[in-house]
């Protein structure tokens, strides 16, 4: 897969390609379908499929003060795209200026004078332009007056383990993953829920009472509600290399402010790896992927319960990823 991060770069892209804009927040199952919808239209029109997407997310532009869970890292996203055969990833830079711009100054900038694709893919949500003043029926007519197809794609559904069926979003998976419902975010995503972050050094109490951890600190990832969670990891030097990484090494995860060895103690996100053979981890990068929320947090009388509490999560966690 080809990246372009410059406007002038768009001069490789072949006119009468297959385009598809947005966040990909997630590159969850709906994204899918519409990434396959494009795929079958680009091997039909013998052409290129270019998606175009926003780095950062243009929530971080608008709320930054709010720090906003993003899904997807761009190197997990570029990655991500790249395995649904993307032929060019252009990654347009959010700006407020960008974010100012009306639908039809948007098409007419990006769209026509430097792409000019032949056909447009996108979901029956999709909204472009200042406030998000334009959705498809804009695209539409926009593209009959400037020499596009258009092809809007439904919305991908899928049962939730309460039975409930709801349409997949970047929105819901937030949702779901700030409620620690991991297990039906992984539903939606088609895979489990991917945090990535490099080790940082910790208090080392972990490893005080017998189960070491790596933290990490993620950036401008959502973080899953706090509780004790199965999962796995997978590490590398980079956070492009943790990406592409297939060893996954079963780990039982904690997120929470350690309240039975203090009060006002920072959020912490741990891994405690159930593998003797993982190597020294100083420097790595670590990929977590969540498979199941196991418990809440809560804060233990001593430090021996707290252990003994510990022993048990592991062995349930050890139970649950067997399944994987």
């Known amino acids: 897969m080809r990246i372009i991060e410059t406007i002038s770069g768009l001069e490789k892209i072949e006119k009468g390609c297959v385009l598809t804009i947005g966040n990909f927040d997630g590159v969850h199952l709906g994204h899918q379908e519409i990434l396959t919808a494009a795929r079958q239209t680009t ?31 761009l190197a997990l996203k570029k990655h991500l795209l790249a395995e649904f055969g993307v032929d060019c990833l252009f990654v347009l830079e959010s700006t407020p200026g960008l974010l100012k711009l009306s639908p039809q100054d948007f098409v007419e900038q990006f769209i026509v004078k430097n792409i000019q694709p032949g056909v447009v893919v996108e979901g029956e949500s999709f909204n472009f332009g200042y406030g998000r003043g334009g959705g498809v029926y804009t695209l539409q007519k926009l593209g009959a007056e400037k020499g596009f197809d258009v ?58 009472l017998g189960f070491p951890t790596a933290n990490i600190e993620p950036v401008w990832q959502l973080i899953p509600a706090e509780g004790v969670y199965a999962g796995f990891v997978q590490v590398g030097d980079s956070a492009e290399q943790v990406c592409e990484v297939h060893n996954k090494v079963p780990a039982a995860f904690s997120i929470g402010r350690s309240e039975t060895l203090g009060s006002d103690n920072p959020l912490v996100i741990e891994a405690h790896i159930l593998t003797d053979n993982i190597g020294d981890l100083h420097d790595k990068w670590l990929a977590m992927d969540f498979v199941k929320r196991i418990r809440d ?28």
């Open 43 to 73: 091997a039909e029109r013998r052409t290129q499929l270019v998606v175009m997407t926003f780095e950062p997310h243009p929530l971080v532009i608008l709320h930054p003060q709010e720090k906003p869970g993003i899904l997807t890292s």
């Open 297 to 324: 947090q809560r804060k233990f009388e001593t430090e021996s319960q707290l252990a003994a509490q510990i022993t048990k999560d592991c062995e349930k966690v050890r139970r649950i990823l067997k399944k994987f």
């Open 151 to 208: 092809s809007v794609i439904g919305a991908r559904e899928v049962k939730l383990s309460t039975g409930q069926m709801v349409k997949v979003s970047s929105t819901i998976i937030r949702n779901m993953l700030e409620s620690g419902n991991v297990a039906d975010a992984a539903v939606a995503l088609g895979r489990a829920y991917q945090l990535i972050g490099q080790v940082v050094p910790g208090c080392g109490k972990g490893k005080q």
